[in-house]
């Protein structure tokens, strides 16, 4: 005998699934919610320590190296606002990179986050996506408290150029998270993060022009900075704030961050596929 039909499972039409996008904006959901909670403990490191050294790099230092530096060295700019868009680029390339392995690691290995969130109809792509949203977003709220002290400091030309150096920021980080991604997810102990912050993180900051012209440099470490992406944000970013756009070379520095960026998800992509399902 069948039984009632009021005892039946209901069915749902494919309509009642939720899309890929509801489902990575839910996972954001949960990303910002934790973030709601735990936001306090990145106040310093995320804004406070990049003002400190903005006030004392571009003022303190700016006023010595005014005085000191031919008009022409640093294109026609005085150091405050030659140095602000490039501490803004690599303060948008240390959250992406902070933001992108030990919580990445941590949801894998300790947390298990990702596992519980593959365990729902969720993919792979929607829990890389999710995480990848939020991301995009931490670097978003550091980059504007810092171009709201950068306007306030007079080193910003214009409301469009404040516009357009947010949108940078967020690409410039992003063109470094989705590369640690995937090495992320690749690690069992955070041992080596330790060396990407000695042989990356600082070599990028130092040498990405954004203290001083990469022409600077001997010619092999020259030719090694053009090939970073931190030294196109540098250069994009500073066209944006300034307001001295080359639009060949802007459609230059843009699509090659973009190509990091793009090259670093496919390759996030397996490796997050292959260690959520053991393979």
Do not use: C
Not at 26 to 41: F, K, L, N, S
Not at 127 to 148: E, K, Q, S
Not at 214 to 234: K, N, R
Request: glycine share 8%; hydrophobic share 55%; proline share 5%.
């Amino acid at each position: 005998m069948s039984a009632p039909s009021s005892a039946r499972a209901p069915t749902y039409g494919p309509s009642a699934q939720p899309s890929s996008v509801q489902l990575v904006l839910r996972q954001y959901d949960y990303w910002v919610t934790v973030y709601r909670r735990t936001w306090r403990g990145s106040v310093i490191s995320s804004f406070l320590l990049p003002l400190l050294f903005l006030a004392a790099m571009g003022v303190g230092l700016g006023g010595f190296v005014d005085d000191q530096a031919d008009a022409g060295a640093l294109g026609g700019l005085d150091y405050l606002a030659f140095i602000a868009p490039g501490l803004l680029a690599t303060t948008a390339m240390q959250t992406a990179i902070g933001e992108s392995m030990w919580p990445v690691l941590g949801n894998f290995k300790w947390g298990k986050v990702y596992f519980s969130q593959a365990a729902t109809p969720l993919r792979s792509d929607d829990i890389l996506l999710g995480h990848l949203l939020f991301v995009a977003f931490r670097i978003a709220t550091t980059a504007v408290v810092f171009i709201a002290v950068i306007v306030a400091f007079g080193a910003v030309s214009s409301v469009a150029g404040a516009v357009g150096a947010l949108l940078i920021s967020v690409l410039v980080g992003m063109a470094h998270a989705t590369p640690v991604f995937a090495f992320a997810a690749t690690r069992e102990d955070p041992s080596a993060f330790a060396v990407v912050y000695r042989v990356v993180i600082i070599p990028l900051s130092l040498f990405s022009g954004a203290f001083f012209p990469v022409s600077q440099l001997p010619g092999v470490l020259e030719v090694a900075a053009y090939v970073t992406p931190t030294w196109h944000g540098v250069e994009v970013t500073r066209m944006a704030t300034t307001g001295t756009v080359d639009w060949i070379w802007m459609l230059v520095h843009v699509s090659y961050l973009l190509v990091w960026m793009m090259l670093g998800w496919l390759v996030a992509r397996r490796t997050f596929a292959r260690r959520l399902t053991g393979g």
